[in-house]
């Protein structure tokens, strides 16, 4: 494989911002999946994840599909996405990262991925990194020879406007269909490989949750990302996701903070001896990416509720890490329920897709 711009291509990054910018800008759906960047020369094809890692094993349907869609020679920029039941679903694209070649192609066919294409660095033998977004994204809408129908694609090219009123509304539609926000890229910025060019608009919402525990840093006895919990309907403490941006002075004083929520002994906990169901989330499965990463935690007595700030909830956590903001010691542990939650208004994925 020789294309004009050879893997590992770190992809182009985006900074946050409070609210969509307005100015020579792009606005794009920003796509809740993997990160992907497409190298193609003739019957190879290689799918580079963020890390510079092939996900080609992975997911072997969009090989086939790629072969069809994309030119015979080129590098590709976008994101790997399932949609279930109308909406993106993490969860069914993060079980595609299985050791078992047999569970990947079974899954393959149950819920099979789809790629989005928002960006091109080369095509036939031209490398594109140095032309202006506008004009690459000009290469990247006459790019695809798909020509099924909509429904029955695995390959699309974003959706995209100029228009900033537009942007915020998709930033408050698009939300319902499972994605989680809008990205403004530059109509005369060059594609810089690792560098935040573009501009990101999330979604952010606060929340009381429990402390159930924290993880260890590691650097040393020192907390690495405090545990947080939310009350189910039926009375269980499930596991929600993580807060982790500390310093490592507030990191070694959290500890001393925590030591008087230590289990005793024998005092239970809800996330020890209870195996995670279809129902209740628990902390500790194995991670997809890094089989021997440590995943115990310290137990704490789950009495304690801080503040934090997230992006968006999906299939009853925390899509990504929240933000502690401060501890709420006038709340009541039991008090913190997935009742207090926003939740978006529904919309059809396929309103999304241009």
Known sequence: MKPPVMPPVEPMLAKSAAGVPVGEYLYEPKWDG??????????????????????????????????????????????????????????????????????????????????????????????????????????????????????????????ATADAQVARGWFERFEGAGLDGIVAKPLDGKYTPGERTMIKVKHERTADVVV?????????????????????????????????????????????????????????????GAAEDETHRRPGAPNRWNAGKDTSFVALRPESVCEVRYDQLQSGRFRHNAQFARWRPDRDAASCTYDQLEVPVPYDLGDVFE
């Open 34 to 159: 993997y990160r992907c960047i497409v190298f193609r020369d003739g019957p190879q094809i290689e799918l580079g994840s963020r890390g510079g890692k092939s996900l080609n094993r992975y997911f072997p349907e969009l090989l086939t599909a790629l072969a069809a869609a994309l030119p015979p020679r080129c590098v590709v920029d976008g994101e790997i996405v399932v949609v279930a039941d109308g909406r993106l679903d993490f969860d069914r694209l993060a079980d595609r990262i299985h050791p078992a070649e047999s569970r990947v192609r079974l899954l393959a066919q149950r819920t099979p991925a789809s790629f989005i294409a928002f960006d091109v660095l080369a095509l036939g033998d031209e490398d594109l990194t140095g032309w202006p977004f506008a004009h690459r994204r000009e290469v990247l809408t006459g790019l695809l020879v798909d020509r099924k129908p909509r429904g029955d694609r695995q390959v699309h090219v974003t959706r």
């Open 212 to 272: 159930g525990g924290y993880r260890l840093h590691k650097s040393g006895p020192v907390v690495g990302s405090l545990m947080l919990g939310l009350y189910g309907a039926d009375g269980v403490l499930n596991y929600v996701g993580g807060s982790s941006a500390f310093t490592m002075a507030r990191r070694a004083r959290l500890v001393e903070e925590l030591k008087p929520l230590l289990l005793g002994a024998g005092q239970v906990h809800p996330w020890l």
